[in-house]
């Protein structure tokens, strides 16, 4: 307040011609004559640039107590939080969100790298596995039934000739890319999830690396020239009809028992399904059939009758057996049209259909020297079977090169491309990156820093003062 009055009464004395000294001079008799100042002995300590140092001396000191003050507040806030850490998070390094990214970056990119270290026996039984899923359905309801109806061994082989090849240049190279994508992303997957199961796993990066991994696999395409290839030597592979050795032909029935007894085993379970629980589980578990699954099993009972008395009825009924059905049960005190009569048909006649195909396959394990020597056999099953499952390898081992060699090595550029957009944003690192963890690290980082920021600003005000002083 004192400088403030001096320098509002002092400049309006001054003009731009005055001289220092002449201002000093000024200064001097301003403070010797004021009544103000008349107690200061020495006028010539009360000058501007003494009253400006006084000043500058007090506001100082104010500002380096203050900056005392929060400095120890701060190291009050980061004593807690390292206490808190320690309590918590012991032997853990304080790692903030950029940190941690670049840490699962580099195990990300690890897994990256494991890929080529699978082997080509795990690759090609994964390979033919996805592929099998894929098409399975498709070989059994329109190439295997449609060819085993016609009741004929030439128009068996006809059919299928007609439709593998309608097949092979049309669906299965689409189907067996897409079997190899899900393959390359079980493979990736596996290996995230052996090293969540390891006793050094981090869980804390489970959602960055699942976000990382869905992004990369959701922009992977397979190389458009891929289909033509597979397209080409998948076509070669089925037109061959000729097994030519004893090893091949037990791989094959092998092969045509397991896919049967895979259908038929679900096709069971949807009989089971639709009759209801069997007598025994009603006693044991107490069970009730429903009205409706009391139809389907007394409709179940009337078809076993047919098929009983016609090994090899058709996959069609007749009306006439239509007619004689829904009479069977009307005198039976069950009413049904023929919708439901056919509804509960198309299972049933599946089953038959697969335990007769079931007991060929049995039948054809002794079959490869009369097929060998050109004899009729009833094995043109074994012979398809073995003619997709030669395919299945030959597809399996074309799609491992392709993933080994190109797939693999376009997906470690789109991961790193994902992992570099999301280490340029703070949100996504902010979502994917969560826990007490992660924001604990980052107070104890801000807290450090500001405190380290006041430290050296206090030292360099004792250093200024330690300087005047000198």
Request: glycine fraction near 2%; include cysteine.
């Amino acid at each position: 307040t004192l400088y403030g009055i001096f320098f509002a009464a002092s400049t309006c004395h001054y003009s731009k011609v005055d001289s220092i000294q002449s201002i000093k001079d000024y200064e001097e008799q301003f403070f010797r004559t004021s009544k103000l100042f008349k107690n200061v002995k020495i006028t010539t300590q009360v000058t501007t640039r003494n009253l400006s140092r006084a000043v500058a001396d007090c506001f100082w000191k104010m500002v380096k107590e203050t900056v005392e003050q929060q400095a120890d507040a701060f190291k009050a806030t980061r004593f807690n939080l390292e206490t808190e850490w320690k309590n918590n998070f012991p032997r853990m390094r304080e790692l903030d969100r950029n940190e941690l990214f670049d840490k699962a970056r580099g195990e990300i990119l690890d897994e990256v790298v494991n890929l080529s270290e699978v082997s080509v026996k795990t690759w090609e039984e994964l390979l033919v596995n996805k592929i099998w899923d894929k098409v399975s359905l498709n070989v059994f309801e329109n190439i295997y039934l449609p060819a085993v109806q016609t009741g004929d061994p030439k128009m068996f082989n006809t059919t299928v000739d007609i439709k593998l090849r309608q097949w092979a240049d049309q669906m299965l190279p689409q189907k067996s890319v897409e079997a190899g994508w899900e393959a390359l992303r079980h493979e990736f997957t596996h290996f995230i999830d052996c090293r969540k199961r390891s006793k050094d796993h981090d869980d804390l990066f489970d959602q960055l690396k699942q976000a990382v991994i869905d992004e990369a696999m959701s922009r992977h395409k397979w190389e458009p020239k891929a289909n033509e290839v597979l397209r080409v030597i998948q076509l070669n592979t089925l037109e061959d009809r000729n097994c030519r050795n004893k090893h091949a032909w037990d791989a094959a029935v092998k092969f045509l028992e397991n896919s049967v007894k895979e259908k038929l085993n679900a096709t069971e379970k949807v009989i089971s399904d639709l009759i209801g629980p069997s007598t025994k589980d009603q006693w044991l578990y107490w069970k009730y059939s429903t009205e409706e699954e009391n139809k389907r099993y007394a409709v179940k009972r009337e078809l076993d009758k047919i098929l009983n008395s016609n090994y090899k009825h058709s996959n069609l009924l007749s009306q006439d057996e239509l007619t004689t059905i829904r009479e069977n049960l009307l005198r039976n005190g069950v009413t049904v049209n023929n919708e439901f009569i056919i509804d509960t048909w198309n299972p049933v006649y599946r089953r038959h259909f697969l335990k007769q195909s079931l007991a060929r396959a049995y039948d054809c394990r002794r079959g490869f020297y009369l097929y060998h020597e050109g004899l009729e056999t009833e094995c043109n099953d074994v012979v398809l079977f073995w003619r997709i499952d030669q395919m299945l390898k030959v597809t399996a081992n074309a799609l491992r090169q392709q993933v080994m060699n190109r797939e693999a090595q376009r997906l470690d550029k789109e991961i790193k491309q994902v992992l570099e957009e999301y280490s340029q944003n703070s949100e996504i690192k902010e979502k994917l990156l969560t826990g007490r963890r992660v924001t604990l690290a980052e107070e104890l980082k801000r807290v450090k820093r500001i405190q380290e920021k006041l430290e050296e600003f206090i030292q360099a005000l004792n250093k200024e003062k330690m300087d005047e002083r000198r």
